[in-house]
């Protein structure tokens, strides 16, 4: 089946520092999703890309979707206490197949500001 | 708006003891999906409904695991027996139109379960 890997898994920064993580896939998907999970909380969808090289961004986040369609990265600019989490890819297929609709997630990149 | 939906957040009981985990979707949603979280295996796609009809279900571990919906603002999934290795966090998710561009998943805060 198709398989996510996600790095780092984990990441220790300053505040203020550029962070950047990243997915890739040993097959395709049409749809990569990047969302956020806080303690407690379920993950919240950042940015959802929909084409193959195409780079979008969500205030202090940017996010592209590899234009092999197998990966995608996540920069955090200048980053805060509060990006403080887990940081989840997904990729999706939204064509016919047992896949179709099923999100893969990446294992996840925890991280850690310091003030 | 309201988001989806979980109840309980918390639930501990003992092995042998019969679960059961709810999920209200967002409304005009007709796809949901049922997952659990640990910190083994991450986040694992259990099973999933498309206007009320479950679509795929080779997540489920076991016949001890079921879920059902019966309308479009209602689901659940049942365990029966419980076992401690049952112990995750198990989120249910919502969508638009299972597989269509531009429709992503939004998910619930989950249910924290605990097998003693």
């Known amino acids: 089946g198709q398989q996510l890997n996600q790095s780092p898994q984990s990441m220790f920064i300053q505040e203020g520092e550029d962070v950047s993580m990243n997915c890739t896939s040993s097959?395709?998907?049409?749809?990569w999703l990047w969302y956020k999970q806080d303690p407690g909380e379920g993950p919240v969808l950042l940015i959802a890309l929909y084409k193959a090289g195409e780079l979008t961004s969500n205030g202090r986040l940017t996010a592209q979707f590899g234009i092999t369609r197998k990966d995608s990265f996540l920069n955090i600019s200048a980053s805060i206490p509060s990006d403080v989490g887990i940081y989840f890819c997904a990729g999706q297929l939204n064509a016919g197949g047992t896949s179709y609709g099923k999100l893969t997630f990446g294992q996840g990149t925890i991280l850690t500001v310091h003030p | 708006d309201a988001g989806v939906i979980q109840s309980p957040r918390h639930e501990v009981t003992e092995m042998g003891q019969e679960v059961t985990l709810r999920c209200k979707p967002i409304s005009g949603h007709n796809s949901l999906f049922w997952y659990r979280q640990t910190m083994m295996r991450g986040l694992e796609l259990l099973i999933y409904f498309n206007n009320n009809v479950p679509i795929d279900d080779s997540g489920m571990p076991e016949d001890r695991f079921s879920a059902k919906m019966p309308n479009a603002s209602f689901s659940t999934l049942k365990i029966q027996p419980s076992e401690p290795r049952d112990s995750a966090v198990y989120f249910c998710a919502s969508s638009h139109d299972i597989g269509r561009v531009n429709q992503p998943q939004h998910f619930g805060d989950g249910t924290r379960l605990s097998i003693l």
């Open positions: 097959s395709i998907f049409n749809t």
